[in-house]
């Protein structure tokens, strides 16, 4: 290959050759019908959509729309299998199967990688070494729970649910099936869940798990389609518990569907994650936690750290920092191992995306935009640092969602804290310092459910993860993820 057609070639960036992970392993069905009851069945309506590869704009399947009687069936059969069936099931015996789920799932990493990044558009790396291990750590960690749930601290005989409805959205959908289901099968419930339509693969590859792990019939039901869906599932009145993933807005909306009712509900929804960056922090490991924080997954994270929150006396030197390494990151197919950031989700957050960057052009904040070269077919947004940026922004207010980071800066600690706090959301925060006083000083004032200490992006199944404010309530992972699904 010549210098010439290469991106990034001016700044003398390592050139690599292609290396794409091989789409054959996915074996993906041209249709698949809804996981209800142990069986995939039709639709009753017969209406499908299709889910389509973000990369490439090419279909991958067709995917059946669940109505309102499919949604009702999928409950009854929950409800039959809480009741005659899961609910009489030892600990250790629902415990076996999720092992087994957990095992399958490492099993099947492989096609679990492909499938979700054909569906997604997120960079193969990622979801090898990201979103299938932490799923299957999920089941593995909740698994050791199912014995144990007198000594989790909810007294001494804690009690399930029901039939849980959950709803999870598009960035992490294998891994967000695995934070949903593990715990509430732990704590003895049944579940029906309702994936993003635009990612619904990874999920119903894991109905193919759960067949193959034996899990009872009805235990778990996988019913696909788009928001009409959810909100057939979040009206059932024989759903008596409410777990979502997805944006603010429906967020609310759920919370007034479910207000008057005797459902249960835990909301995880947006959120504008400031990242604190003082002046004694080791920079280079820095640089590498603010491009993690706000590009990994495309930016398409919730708890992403998309406000960079500077000290004015080496705001230039980190700036100047960032923007070479925006320069340096791979843009492009999503399925080669070397790519670092992949394809927007679809054609609707993209469309998303470009407007608020045009508002933060015309708001008057100064922008940087990588200069790689983007594939011609598919979703992209090129890497995007916008300098100068003040509170009144939108770019600094709102959630973008995608490759685009918003820098501010500030000269005293508590100036830090007022604008770390100056937002509706209250999900995560990152804080980068030499001394740990100073860390701690500012993680005990900060509103947000999770604070990050010189790094960003940290999941671990035994760690509670969720928000306050307008980022949601509830915690998901570790034993406080179990509250939300025990009668406490
Ligand atoms: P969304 O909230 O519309 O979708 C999330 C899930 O909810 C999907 O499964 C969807 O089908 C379902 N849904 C939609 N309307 C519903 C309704 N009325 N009742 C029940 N379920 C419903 O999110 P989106 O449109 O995909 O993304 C919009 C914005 O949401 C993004 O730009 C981003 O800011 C935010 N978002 C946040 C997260 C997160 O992890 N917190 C995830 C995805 C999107
Ligand atoms: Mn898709």
Redesign the pocket.
């Known amino acids: 290959m010549t210098e010439n057609n290469l991106p990034n070639s001016k700044l003398g960036s390592l050139q690599y050759d292609p290396a794409p992970e091989s789409a054959a392993i996915a074996k993906l069905k041209s249709s698949y019908g809804l996981f209800i009851n142990g069986k995939f069945t039709d639709p009753s309506k017969h209406e499908q959509f299709e889910t389509i590869n973000p990369a490439t704009e090419k279909r991958l399947a067709t995917i059946s729309q669940g109505s309102t009687s499919d949604i009702d069936k999928a409950v009854k059969a929950a409800r039959k299998a809480y009741d005659n069936v899961w609910s009489k099931t030892t600990g250790a015996e629902r415990a076996k199967y999720l092992y087994r789920i957990a095992r399958i799932i490492q099993e099947r990493s492989r096609e679990l990688a492909v499938v979700e990044t054909l569906d997604n558009g997120k960079p193969i790396r990622e979801s090898r070494d990201v979103d299938v291990p932490l799923a299957a750590a999920h089941f593995f960690y909740y698994a050791g729970w199912a014995d144990k749930l007198e000594h989790a601290g909810f007294g001494n005989a804690p009690k399930p649910i029901g039939v849980a409805g959950q709803?999870?959205?598009?960035?992490?959908p294998l891994m967000?099936a695995a934070w949903k289901l593990a715990p509430a099968l732990a704590a003895g419930n049944t579940c029906v869940l309702?994936?993003?339509?635009?990612t619904p693969l990874s999920a119903l590859l894991l109905g193919e798990i759960l067949q193959q792990a034996g899990l009872p019939d009805g235990v778990v039901n996988i019913v696909t389609?788009?928001?009409?869906?959810?909100?057939a599932?979040?009206d059932h009145p024989g759903v008596d518990k409410i777990a979502?993933?997805?944006?603010?807005?429906?967020?609310r909306?759920?919370q007034q569907?479910v207000a008057t009712s005797h459902k249960r509900l835990t909301l995880?929804?947006?959120?504008k994650g400031a990242n604190i960056v003082y002046e004694d922090a080791p920079i280079d490991e820095m640089i590498e936690g603010i491009i993690d924080g706000i590009f990994f997954n495309q930016g398409?994270?919730?708890c992403a750290g998309s406000r960079l929150l500077v000290q004015e006396s080496i705001a230039d030197d980190v700036l100047r920092r960032l923007v070479r390494r925006v320069e340096q990151l791979r843009v492009g197919d999503p399925m080669d191992k070397n790519t670092d950031i992949g394809a927007i989700n679809?054609a609707?957050?993209l469309k998303?995306i470009k407007e608020l960057v045009a508002y933060g052009e015309q708001e008057g904040a100064t922008r940087y935009t990588s200069s790689c070269e983007l594939p011609k077919k598919g979703f992209w947004f090129a890497p995007t640092v916008f300098a100068d940026v003040s509170q009144s922004h939108r770019i600094a207010r709102e959630?973008?969602?995608g490759p685009v980071l918003s820098v501010l800066t500030f000269r005293t600690p508590e100036e830090a804290i007022t604008k770390a706090n100056n937002t509706n959301y209250g999900?995560a925060c990152g804080v980068w310092s030499e001394k740990g006083s100073r860390t701690l000083w500012t993680a005990e004032r900060l509103r947000a459910g999770v604070v990050w200490a010189n790094t960003y992006n940290k999941f671990d199944p035994t760690s509670p993860f969720g928000g306050t404010r307008e980022?949601?309530f509830g915690r998901e992972g570790g034993k406080h993820g179990l509250e939300a699904y025990l009668n406490v």
């Open positions: 709803i999870i959205p598009w960035n992490f967000m309702k994936p993003a339509e635009t389609g788009d928001g009409v869906t959810g909100s599932l979040v979502f993933t997805g944006s603010t807005g429906v967020g909306l759920i569907r995880e929804l947006g959120g398409h994270v919730c679809s609707d957050q998303r959630e973008i969602f999900l980022s949601g």
